[in-house]
């Protein structure tokens, strides 16, 4: 049987202002029909370029194949080389032969046109429908990707629905003409990991429905392990390891292949043991981390909540819950994780302390001393004693900047360090962070990701702080990446006793790094507690939903029963006479407590 | 939306009160006395202080301030210093020539300006687009007052086609009405352009791409709407920019327009038509940038519902 799609000696070049750069070198590969095969691999792997290749929308990018064919299989049974293929011959095939599902759903939807006409004008193209046709077919189509009340939808806007949402009719879109082969690029990775688990479940039913192929791009070997029948593994643009999915993660032969999936952080690794401890890199095995020695906190937050109010022609519409009543501590050398979804008020948590929002009640504590009301003094100290590392790297730094110029600043503006001390001290905290005195001349740009958060990681130490937030710290980074900068920020914490707030929605690496772990939803603490008991003995809902929508790498203990649902997260944004319910959180265990109150409504 | 035009309308208010003190203020820092001037240079200094009175000039700077800015609200503006007339005569009589001036050159600069735009980033890097933005650059270049010197000397010195001057057929419209445009057609080309360009690389764009749509539907259903989000407000500014041209281009054609008109009062020192016709420019700029507003608002429609 001649399989969907043959992909031989691909090579693929992108022009630059010297010589073309190629950037895949003489890659197989195969797909047939009812197939999923994952593409695995780190950012300038190829793995996206693929993809435009096959769809030939890299056309529009710059990028040109320069060698190999593309063998499709088309529904007449007809094949055809698309490396080689006219623009209208393409123009015909995608749609209804090949479909695509892009990373950014914020992004990939047209802003200005509603979502109806969205899908339905590659209906009426495809399918020869007249407008209403088209429209109720478009209706149908959000039907099947389970979007609840379809006709409303249909008039929506895209930025009236949320990331998950818009997936969805991302999906819809893709499917709309039934294609044969579905490419599905990072589908989930801006997406939140319960409704990660629903669009995954939501692609392998439709894939069984239809017996469609599917490429399915993605660095995450968990989504790999959950979807995938073959597995090709890329790196630099080379195709270094090719097998089934069992094959692939029960005996990896390419030393890349192994160093990607050691680096996976698995959840439930640590549930044996109490304390956090670093990833294994290259056969090194790192002590648990055992650095809570004081039992006084460095910060300590009572009752915080921090609203915004919503106003509509000057009058005041409702409040968004963004934190409500979140009462936590953290002593020195711990690390707590604040973990939740999107709007779960876990980032405006972290941003409230360092005055980033105001809250509207509550008190917080450093070493004991009440800082809430900012003052000149009290906003010194606490810019100097809590840091902050930021989700992106690059955001975070001032491009026009060097890197020690950046690194140096808290030491003058807080008088730690002027002139020559301040220069020494820039290279021992770059050496510190695994990089070379010489990257103090280097400007952001000249840096990779992971580089760049060290770089971070750096600049917040230089005021020698004793506690330190990050937001989100390694969610922009590649596997490998993350797992450095984790044990990083591990090693760190046993050398200075540094206290973390560890805010993150990865909750295998959560599992990794902290001590204990507040768990966060519409706004208020749902569950907070020492990690294992709160990962190993889940005691509220949503925890235990959160825990099981986490992907498993492991294609062993894939579960295509799971039971999900498809609803949406409760706005925190309420009316004025409608303040949420909180009561105080009971304790069930040692230092282990839960909300036993309704939250939201479901919960 | 209405409440929407209400919050905007109001939010005007400031802006107008502060322009009226700067304007005011700005007119009485210039050097000389407009008493003396229109009194002559026989008068007595009894003569002056009473034309100084009529005139309002009398009293704090403050004072003088709020006389005049409560005469304006209730739409008396005085008489012109040199002629006589009711400024809202002399200024009634010039309005709607320039208007008509200004709406015919950002009609066409805009249409004509979107239109180039647009095709040169449909073909970027061809010759077509190429030749685009050297009409472009030129536009922005050439001055407008040097521009319309040459077209009088070729197309009615020359020729013969065209009145050098002057106002009432269309064919006086033709040449002021091009020079005056011509600098906003040319900005306006040129960021189109970008903006199409920009929104050519746009996710959305691309997933309209997967669909199977034509070149011709990706470009104008789903690129030229988000180009043009941009574009609307750069139109508003362009107005401002076109308000000022024609205060030059009116000399040039001897248009009876306001441009000349603020040329002619200022040399003559003529406060209360310079006063009242500056407030007018800067009403119609702020209603205009209240337009563009809400042309973006449904334009975009997260402006429009949220």
């Given at each position: 049987?001649?399989?969907?799609?043959?992909?031989?000696?691909?090579?693929?070049?992108?022009?630059?202002?010297?010589?073309?750069?190629?950037?895949?070198?003489?890659?197989?590969?195969a797909?047939?029909?009812?197939?999923?095969?994952a593409?695995?691999?780190?950012?300038?792997?190829?793995?996206?370029?693929?993809?435009?290749?096959?769809?030939?929308?890299?056309?529009?990018?710059?990028?040109?194949?320069?060698?190999?064919?593309?063998?499709?299989?088309?529904?007449?049974?007809?094949?055809?080389?698309?490396?080689?293929?006219?623009?209208?011959?393409?123009?015909?095939?995608?749609?209804?032969?090949?479909?695509?599902?892009?990373?950014?759903?914020?992004?990939?939807?047209?802003?200005?046109l509603?979502?109806?006409?969205?899908?339905?004008?590659?209906?009426?193209?495809?399918?020869?429908?007249?407008?209403?046709?088209?429209?109720?077919?478009?209706?149908?189509?959000?039907?099947?990707?389970?979007?609840?009340?379809?006709?409303?939808?249909?008039?929506?806007?895209?930025?009236?629905?949320?990331?998950?949402?818009?997936?969805?009719v991302?999906?819809?879109?893709?499917?709309?003409?039934?294609?044969?082969?579905?490419?599905?690029?990072?589908?989930?990775?801006?997406?939140?990991?319960?409704?990660?688990?629903q669009?995954?479940?939501?692609?392998?039913?439709?894939?069984?429905?239809?017996?469609?192929?599917?490429?399915?791009?993605?660095?995450?070997?968990?989504?790999?392990?959950?979807?995938?029948?073959?597995?090709?593994?890329?790196?630099?643009?080379?195709?270094?390891?090719?097998?089934?999915?069992?094959?692939?993660?029960?005996?990896?032969?390419?030393?890349?292949?192994?160093?990607?999936?050691?680096?996976?952080?698995?959840?439930?690794?640590?549930?044996?043991?109490?304390?956090?401890?670093?990833?294994?890199?290259?056969?090194?095995?790192?002590?648990?981390?055992?650095?809570?020695?004081?039992?006084?906190?460095?910060?300590?937050?009572?009752?915080?909540?921090?609203?915004?109010?919503?106003?509509?022609?000057?009058?005041?519409?409702?409040?968004?819950?963004?934190?409500?009543?979140?009462?936590?501590?953290?002593?020195?050398?711990?690390?707590?994780?604040?973990?939740?979804?999107?709007?779960?008020?876990?980032?405006?948590?972290?941003?409230?302390?360092?005055?980033?929002?105001?809250?509207?009640?509550?008190?917080?504590?450093?070493?004991?001393d009440?800082?809430?009301?900012?003052?000149?003094?009290?906003?010194?100290r606490?810019?100097?004693?809590?840091?902050?590392?930021?989700?992106?790297?690059?955001?975070?730094?001032?491009?026009?900047?060097?890197?020690?110029?950046?690194?140096?600043?808290?030491?003058?503006?807080?008088?730690?360090?002027?002139?020559?001390?301040?220069?020494?001290?820039v290279?021992?905290?770059l050496?510190?962070?695994?990089l070379?005195?010489?990257?103090?001349?280097?400007?952001?740009?000249?840096?990779?990701?992971?580089?760049?958060?060290?770089?971070?990681?750096?600049?917040?130490?230089?005021?020698?702080?004793?506690?330190?937030?990050?937001?989100?710290?390694?969610?922009?980074?590649?596997?490998?990446?993350?797992?450095?900068?984790?044990?990083?920020?591990?090693?760190?914490?046993?050398?200075?006793?540094?206290?973390?707030?560890?805010?993150?929605?990865?909750?295998?690496?959560?599992?990794?790094?902290?001590?204990?772990?507040?768990?966060?939803?519409?706004?208020?603490?749902?569950?907070?507690?020492?990690?294992?008991?709160?990962?190993?003995?889940?005691?509220?809902?949503?925890?235990?939903?959160?825990?099981?929508?986490?992907?498993?790498?492991?294609?062993?203990?894939?579960?295509?029963?799971?039971d999900?649902?498809?609803?949406e997260?409760?706005?925190?944004?309420?009316?004025?006479?409608?303040?949420?319910?909180?009561?105080?959180?009971?304790?069930?265990?040692?230092?282990?407590?839960?909300?036993?109150?309704?939250?939201?409504?479901?919960? | 939306?209405?409440?929407?035009?209400?919050?905007?309308?109001?939010?005007t208010?400031?802006?107008?009160?502060?322009?009226?003190?700067?304007?005011?203020?700005?007119?009485?820092a210039?050097?000389?006395?407009?008493?003396?001037?229109?009194?002559?240079?026989?008068?007595?200094?009894?003569?002056?202080?009473?034309?100084?009175?009529?005139?309002?000039?009398?009293?704090?700077?403050?004072e003088?301030?709020?006389?005049?800015?409560?005469?304006?609200?209730?739409l008396?503006l005085?008489r012109?210093?040199?002629?006589?007339?009711?400024?809202?005569?002399?200024?009634?009589?010039?309005?709607?020539?320039?208007?008509?001036l200004?709406?015919?050159?950002?009609?066409?600069?805009?249409?004509?300006?979107?239109?180039?735009?647009?095709?040169?980033?449909?073909?970027?890097?061809?010759?077509?687009?190429?030749a685009?933005?050297?009409?472009a650059?030129?536009?922005?270049?050439?001055?407008?007052?040097?521009?319309?010197?040459l077209?009088?000397?070729?197309?009615?010195?020359?020729?013969?086609?065209?009145?050098?001057?002057?106002?009432?057929?269309?064919?006086?419209?033709?040449?002021?009405?091009?020079?005056?445009?011509?600098?906003?057609?040319?900005?306006?080309?040129?960021?189109?352009?970008?903006?199409?360009?920009?929104?050519?690389?746009?996710?959305?764009?691309?997933?309209?791409?997967?669909?199977?749509?034509?070149?011709?539907?990706?470009?104008w259903?789903?690129?030229?709407?988000?180009?043009?989000?941009?574009?609307?407000?750069?139109?508003?500014?362009?107005?401002?920019?076109?308000?000022?041209?024609?205060?030059?281009?009116?000399?040039?054609?001897?248009?009876?327009?306001?441009?000349?008109?603020?040329?002619?009062?200022?040399?003559?020192?003529?406060?209360?038509?310079?006063?009242?016709?500056?407030?007018?420019?800067?009403?119609?700029?702020?209603?205009?940038?209240?337009?563009?507003?809400?042309?973006?608002?449904?334009?975009?429609?997260?402006?429009?519902?949220?």
């Amino acid at each position: 049987m001649t399989p969907l799609l043959d992909i031989t000696d691909l090579t693929v070049a992108f022009a630059t202002d010297g010589a073309p750069v190629t950037v895949i070198h003489g890659l197989d590969l195969a797909v047939a029909s009812g197939e999923t095969v994952a593409l695995v691999g780190e950012s300038g792997s190829g793995k996206s370029v693929t993809s435009l290749a096959i769809t030939r929308l890299l056309d529009y990018t710059g990028g040109r194949i320069s060698g190999g064919r593309i063998a499709y299989t088309d529904a007449q049974g007809a094949v055809q080389d698309l490396a080689a293929a006219t623009p209208q011959t393409m123009r015909a095939l995608r749609g209804p032969e090949i479909a695509m599902v892009f990373q950014e759903p914020m992004t990939s939807l047209n802003p200005v046109l509603r979502v109806g006409e969205q899908i339905a004008e590659a209906v009426r193209l495809h399918q020869g429908l007249d407008e209403a046709a088209a429209l109720a077919e478009a209706r149908r189509l959000l039907a099947r990707v389970r979007i609840a009340d379809p006709d409303r939808q249909l008039r929506r806007y895209p930025f009236e629905l949320s990331g998950g949402m818009r997936q969805r009719v991302m999906i819809a879109m893709a499917l709309s003409c039934r294609p044969r082969l579905l490419i599905a690029d990072e589908p989930t990775t801006a997406l939140d990991v319960t409704v990660q688990a629903q669009v995954l479940r939501l692609l392998r039913g439709l894939q069984a429905e239809t017996g469609m192929g599917m490429i399915f791009i993605t660095h995450d070997m968990g989504v790999v392990a959950e979807l995938a029948d073959r597995v090709a593994v890329m790196q630099h643009g080379r195709k270094v390891e090719d097998g089934s999915v069992g094959q692939i993660f029960a005996a990896p032969q390419h030393p890349y292949t192994r160093a990607l999936l050691a680096a996976v952080p698995v959840l439930g690794a640590l549930s044996g043991q109490t304390l956090p401890r670093p990833f294994d890199i290259a056969g090194t095995k790192l002590p648990p981390q055992d650095t809570v020695r004081d039992e006084t906190p460095v910060l300590e937050i009572t009752d915080l909540v921090t609203r915004f109010d919503v106003r509509r022609n000057f009058r005041l519409r409702g409040r968004v819950h963004a934190v409500e009543q979140v009462s936590l501590a953290v002593r020195p050398g711990e690390t707590l994780a604040l973990v939740g979804e999107s709007g779960c008020g876990k980032s405006t948590t972290g941003r409230s302390v360092i005055g980033l929002e105001t809250p509207t009640s509550g008190m917080i504590r450093l070493d004991g001393d009440d800082i809430t009301r900012s003052t000149a003094a009290s906003d010194r100290r606490l810019h100097r004693e809590i840091q902050f590392v930021f989700q992106d790297p690059f955001a975070s730094l001032n491009p026009r900047l060097t890197v020690g110029f950046s690194i140096a600043e808290p030491m003058r503006t807080h008088d730690i360090a002027h002139g020559a001390e301040a220069e020494r001290r820039v290279h021992d905290l770059l050496a510190e962070v695994g990089l070379t005195p010489e990257h103090a001349q280097r400007y952001p740009h000249e840096l990779s990701g992971g580089q760049r958060q060290r770089v971070c990681i750096a600049r917040a130490l230089a005021s020698e702080p004793r506690l330190i937030i990050a937001d989100e710290a390694v969610a922009a980074l590649d596997v490998s990446i993350r797992a450095q900068v984790v044990n990083l920020m591990m090693e760190l914490q046993r050398r200075r006793g540094l206290a973390m707030l560890f805010i993150s929605h990865d909750m295998a690496v959560v599992e990794r790094v902290s001590h204990r772990v507040a768990v966060m939803y519409l706004g208020q603490i749902v569950e907070i507690g020492p990690r294992q008991a709160v990962f190993t003995n889940p005691a509220h809902a949503y925890t235990a939903r959160l825990l099981a929508a986490v992907p498993v790498p492991d294609p062993a203990r894939r579960d295509r029963s799971l039971d999900l649902d498809d609803s949406e997260v409760p706005s925190p944004l309420r009316a004025l006479s409608d303040p949420p319910i909180v009561r105080p959180l009971i304790e069930i265990g040692p230092d282990h407590f839960v909300a036993r109150h309704s939250v939201g409504g479901r919960y | 939306m209405l409440a929407y035009l209400a919050r905007r309308l109001g939010g005007t208010i400031p802006v107008l009160v502060a322009v009226s003190m700067f304007v005011f203020g700005f007119v009485h820092a210039l050097p000389g006395d407009p008493a003396r001037l229109q009194a002559g240079p026989e008068a007595s200094p009894a003569d002056i202080a009473a034309i100084r009175t009529e005139m309002g000039l009398d009293g704090s700077i403050v004072e003088q301030y709020l006389r005049w800015a409560g005469n304006t609200l209730q739409l008396k503006l005085g008489r012109s210093s040199k002629t006589r007339q009711p400024v809202a005569q002399v200024i009634g009589e010039r309005f709607m020539p320039t208007l008509w001036l200004t709406v015919v050159a950002i009609v066409w600069s805009t249409v004509v300006g979107i239109l180039i735009g647009v095709i040169s980033g449909l073909n970027r890097g061809r010759w077509i687009d190429r030749a685009g933005m050297v009409l472009a650059i030129s536009g922005v270049s050439f001055p407008g007052f040097w521009l319309g010197l040459l077209m009088i000397g070729l197309f009615s010195v020359r020729l013969g086609w065209l009145p050098t001057g002057g106002y009432g057929t269309w064919q006086h419209f033709v040449m002021p009405s091009f020079c005056l445009g011509v600098g906003v057609a040319a900005v306006m080309a040129r960021f189109t352009r970008s903006a199409f360009v920009e929104a050519m690389g746009e996710d959305y764009v691309r997933t309209a791409r997967m669909k199977g749509l034509s070149e011709r539907v990706v470009a104008w259903k789903h690129t030229l709407r988000n180009a043009l989000i941009p574009v609307i407000t750069l139109s508003g500014l362009q107005f401002g920019f076109l308000l000022g041209g024609a205060i030059v281009i009116e000399t040039v054609f001897s248009w009876p327009g306001l441009g000349r008109l603020l040329v002619d009062s200022v040399s003559f020192r003529d406060y209360p038509v310079i006063q009242a016709e500056i407030m007018l420019f800067s009403i119609e700029f702020v209603m205009i940038n209240l337009i563009v507003d809400l042309l973006y608002a449904a334009a975009n429609p997260e402006i429009r519902l949220k």
